[in-house]
T-cell receptor
């Protein structure tokens, strides 16, 4: 079975600090993508960052970066210079890709509620 | 480009009724996936449609069904509603050709009384 574990149900940091959210996953498949999604109080799910499993280089999007450790099946998200607008639920997810472009649905973790304090 | 749209945004139904939710994907996207989000079970994959065909399905009972039209718009139907079907239903669109990225709509909040 494919699973995603986010071990931190809630985290709270001060504005401008750096915070790291943890995620581990389990799959026996080799072709997959990993994602971090953000869900603010509006409930709109927003894609934060994407990582292809076949790439060793860690993905970066502005203040957001990941630490992808494929052998350990670990995929953490680092948010630098955190802002009040970063307050949200953060979900780690992955999707198995099949030849021909097909894919299973996203498998999500339970989420980490991140609170940025002023 | 316009984002993913879902209608209606809120819905209240009674046990035993059926409901149809609609999703319009991003222009050019051919894949639409549906997810159920509840406090207890989290986010769970329902099914994916690509070029009017169901390509993948999650572990949900047959009361949950869907379809996709030639313009890629998708509908999800739930028959014989149960209290446990109360949830936020999210639709996501993607190109469907191997990038893996899915873009979500704002969701439909379904309450079953």
């Amino acid at each position: 079975a494919q699973t995603v574990t986010q071990s931190q149900p809630e985290m709270s940091v001060q504005e401008a600090e750096t915070v790291t959210l943890s995620c581990t996953y389990d799959t026996s498949e080799s072709n997959y993508y990993l994602f971090w999604y953000k869900q603010p109080p509006s409930r709109q799910m927003i894609l934060v960052i994407r990582q292809e499993a076949y790439k060793q280089q860690n993905a970066t999007e502005n203040r957001f970066s990941v630490n992808f450790q494929k052998a350990a099946k670990s995929f953490s998200l680092k948010i630098s210079d955190s802002q009040l607008g970063d307050t949200a639920m953060y979900f780690c997810a992955f999707i198995i890709m099949y030849s021909g472009g097909g894919a299973d649905g996203l498998t999500f973790g339970k989420g980490t509620h991140l609170i940025i304090q002023p | 480009k316009a984002g993913v749209t879902q209608t209606p945004r809120y819905l209240i139904k009674t046990r035993g009724q059926q409901v149809t939710l609609s999703c319009s994907p991003i222009s050019g996207h051919r894949s639409v996936s549906w997810y159920q989000q509840t406090p207890g079970q989290g986010l769970q994959f329902l099914f994916e449609y690509f070029s009017e065909t169901q390509r993948n399905k999650g572990n949900f009972p047959g009361r949950f069904s869907g379809r996709q039209f030639s313009n890629s718009r998708s509908e999800m139907n739930v028959s014989t509603l149960e209290l446990g079907d109360s949830a936020l239903y999210l639709c996501a669109s993607s190109l469907g050709t191997g990038t893996g990225e899915q873009y979500f709509g704002p969701g439909t909040r379904l309450t079953v009384t």
